[in-house]
């Protein structure tokens, strides 16, 4: 147990809709990070955030946007839904404590669009 | 221009040693090693670090000759839990978002 939680665990929805996951990072860890996993894009970074604040950008796309609130806990959303949204999405998390570059990854939230 | 380099599969048996290379040739002066095993369904899980020579921890060794060039990591008697998709990943300290490549997808036989 990685002590970062997402919630949904699954998530089914159709073309065109609006969907919302949300990740708890471990206890003291500031930063949080979103990737998104598919068959044919591997694990790509999305986007962090650092204690509320957005700190870097991947390969996030316009339709989808995060933010973290003052607890720490981050949301991401998916907005206009495509089929090609289907995927793994992770959320990560870091602190002071660890190795450099150490990312405490959380149990992933699986999206299906239909 | 990909980061890393490393073989997509590998194949060996409960109790061997299994060493995975990875080739980094654009590896910079900031740059760490760093390895991450993953399940199937699950999220990327830290494995070991290091910048030079040689690091060892209670599941893994890695060895990094002097050039840094490129990276083995060794897994000391494999069990079949071991079976998982590896990543090498080359990455400045407090690196943003990290760069995954396709793994190496690691199968343990009985």
């Known amino acids: 147990d990685s002590g970062v939680t997402q919630t949904p665990k699954h998530l089914i929805t159709a073309t065109g809709q609006r969907v919302t996951l949300r990740c708890s990072p471990r206890s003291g860890d500031l930063s949080v990070y979103w990737y998104q996993q598919s068959l044919d894009q591997g694990l790509q970074f999305l986007i962090q955030?650092?204690?509320?604040?957005?700190?870097a950008k991947g390969n996030i796309l316009e339709r989808f946007s995060a933010q973290q609130f003052p607890d720490l806990h981050s949301e991401l959303n998916l907005s206009s839904l495509e089929l090609g949204d289907s995927a793994l999405y992770f959320c990560?998390?870091?602190?002071?404590?660890?190795?450099?570059?150490?990312?405490?990854f959380g149990p992933g939230t699986r999206l299906t669009v239909l | 221009l990909a980061k890393t380099t490393q073989p997509i599969s590998m194949d060996s048996y409960e109790g061997q040693e299994v060493n995975i290379t990875c080739s980094h040739n654009?590896?910079?002066?900031?740059?760490?090693i760093t390895w991450y095993q993953q399940f199937p369904s699950q999220g990327p899980r830290f494995i070991i670090q290091g910048y030079k020579t040689k690091v060892t921890n209670e599941v893994a060794s890695l060895f990094i000759p002097a050039d840094r060039k490129s990276s083995t990591l060794s897994l000391p008697r494999v069990s079949l839990s071991d079976t998982a998709v590896y990543y090498c990943?080359?990455?400045?300290?407090?690196?943003?978002?990290?760069?995954f490549g396709k793994g190496t997808h690691l199968i343990i036989q009985p």
């Open positions: 955030y650092y204690n509320g604040e957005e700190r």
């Open positions: 654009n590896i910079a002066t900031n740059d760490y």
């Open positions: 990560a998390s870091s602190g002071v404590a660890g190795w450099y570059n150490e990312q405490f």
């Open positions: 990943l080359v990455e400045v300290v407090g690196a943003d978002g990290l760069t």
